[in-house]
């Protein structure tokens, strides 16, 4: 059973400071990790993705990864009005026939100016 | 960047109308593409995987009958709703990668917002 689990929220940040939005996932097997913000009415747009375990930085983004835990995490740094969205992670186990991604629900992020 | 075009865009229709979705990769070979579901205030859901030439894999609870997925090239995938009912009014969302390309990215569509009425 492949599941991706995320605080719904709403989490609201003040503009200018670190946004943490945590995921945890239930496949040992999941072997890739993407964060996805999606704004209403509109398709996912990849933020960031992670195969290993530790930190990757991308400008204002880090996702940090720990496949012992099952834990993946995205902070968002400086944080600023447009980044208010619906952040969803999402896994991937490839191989097989069907290995789309498995989402989460999606946090809800709002920035306050 | 890779890019998705999924026409079209929004859909209103009579309930028993049959409605046809494209995805098209424009500027890679897709050999896999992905159609997922999206209810308001829920997350996407997968409904399908199909590859170039072979027959959808469609995910539990999605009725073969009625979501026919056809890819008949590299570059394009349709999703055929057929005798649509309100219920499944929702976001259509179709994604694509190429060869060797298990462990990147999809390719994400705009998606289409289909209204049965």
């Known amino acids: 059973q492949k599941e991706v689990e995320q605080n719904s929220g709403p989490l609201s940040v003040p503009e200018g400071a670190i946004a943490s939005l945590n995921c945890t996932y239930s496949d040992r097997g999941s072997q890739s990790f993407f964060w996805y913000r999606q704004y209403s009415g509109k398709s996912p747009e990849l933020i960031m993705f992670?195969?290993?375990?530790g930190d990757k930085e991308d400008g204002r983004f880090t996702a940090q990864l720990n496949k012992a835990s099952q834990y993946v995490s995205l902070l968002i740094r400086d944080s600023q009005p447009s980044d208010s969205a619906t952040y969803l992670c999402?896994?991937?186990?490839?191989?097989?026939?069907?290995?789309?991604?498995?989402f989460g629900k999606g946090t809800h992020l709002i920035i306050q100016p | 960047g890779a890019v998705v075009s999924q026409h079209p865009s929004w859909v209103i229709c009579k309930s028993g109308t049959s409605v046809k979705i494209e995805c098209r990769s424009l500027?890679?070979?897709?050999?896999?593409m992905f159609w997922y579901r999206q209810f308001p205030k829920q997350s996407l859901m997968l409904m399908a995987t199909s590859n170039e030439g072979s027959k959808a894999t469609y995910e539990q609870g999605v009725e073969k009958d009625k979501f026919l997925i056809n890819h008949a090239s590299l570059t394009l995938s349709t999703l055929t709703v057929t005798s649509a009912h309100p219920e499944d009014s929702s976001f259509y969302i179709c994604?694509?990668?190429?060869?060797?390309?298990?462990?990147?990215?999809?390719?994400f569509g705009d998606g289409t917002r289909l209204s049965i009425l």
């Open positions: 992670i195969y290993s375990n």
């Open positions: 994604s694509a990668r190429g060869l060797l390309q298990e462990n990147q990215p999809q390719h």
């Open positions: 500027d890679f070979q897709a050999t896999t």
């Open positions: 999402a896994v991937n186990i490839p191989g097989g026939g069907a290995d789309g991604l498995t």
